[in-house]
């Protein structure tokens, strides 16, 4: 039998952080569809998870984390390596930044190799911390400056030439 709270503070969450979630899985993939399919599997996973998840206060988090191996392990499927080049997003991004920098931006962000996209991501855009980026994403934190420097300095070159 349902659990009437749990079904309704799972749908609080979802509705709160839906947008948020999407965001960080279209940055981690670069295609809204696939991004649909990642926050889809991170929602699922935990909604079975919920009751322990909701309890330790961690819930965002290993969303993120459920989308961070979810697109590691669809990347790794044969089908997933072919990349279509004239996609655009279906939906408007937030008006704050000019469209020509935020396309640039995420084209910029997607050029960049995988492991570096996923460190610039979770470092930079979500604001995590040398040490939860390193555990999130299962590497030493030396790794996660690396990439994140790397990272950064390959933006800003691509950046710099586009204005």
Partial sequence: ????????????????????????AYAL????????????????KLYVAWPRIRHEGGEEAYCRQIMVRANIDESRRPW?????????????????????????????LQDLPEQQRKVVVLRHWLGLSVRETAGELGISEGTVKSHSSRGLAALEAVLATQR
């Fill in 80 to 108: 997933r390596r072919e990349r279509p080049s004239d996609r655009l997003p279906e939906h408007a991004a937030d008006e704050s930044t000019p469209l020509e920098e935020r396309s640039a931006l995420f084209d910029a």
């Fill in 1 to 24: 039998m349902r659990d009437p709270d749990r079904d309704a503070a799972f749908s609080e969450f979802v509705a709160a952080r839906q947008t948020h979630l999407r965001r960080i």
């Fill in 29 to 44: 993939c670069g295609d809204w569809h696939r991004a649909d399919d990642l926050m889809q599997t991170a929602l699922t």
